[in-house]
């Protein structure tokens, strides 16, 4: 099983920035993909960034030039640099990664780490 933690989370006043960090740990696995999700009262998860191995990335339109992922390989550690961040931005933002362990795809989540941002 690969295990993802994640910190950073917090309250913030509109306009200000804000960290998450995600570390994976387990046994006997290689990731291809990491990212964040977030999901707020009464709406689905969405996709907010991911970025492959390869360092290629995604983000959702709404984020864009607002949020940075990044990835730290050797420590299988996924950043999501989060500036002039808005109160639409408030939400339980998850930790993903998806991968091989023993040979056999796996897709883990981390606990989810709440994001207030107050107007």
């Known amino acids: 099983q690969v295990q993802l933690v994640e910190s950073g989370g917090g309250l913030v006043q509109a306009g200000g920035s804000l960290r998450l960090s995600c570390a994976a740990s387990?046994?006997?696995?290689?990731?291809?993909?990491m990212g964040w999700y977030r999901q707020a009262p009464g709406k689905p998860r969405e996709l907010v960034a991911s970025?492959?191995?390869?360092?290629?990335?995604n983000y959702a339109d709404s984020v864009k030039g607002r949020f940075t992922i990044s990835r730290d390989n050797a420590r299988n550690t996924v950043y999501l640099q989060m500036n002039s961040l808005k109160p639409e931005d408030t939400a339980v933002y998850y930790c993903?990664?998806?991968?091989?362990?023993?040979?056999?795809?796996?897709?883990?989540w981390g606990q989810g780490t709440q994001v207030t941002v107050s107007s």
């Open positions: 970025m492959l191995s390869g360092g290629s990335s």
């Open positions: 993903n990664a998806e991968g091989l362990r023993y040979g056999r795809r796996f897709n883990s």
């Open positions: 387990g046994r006997s696995f290689s990731i291809n993909a």
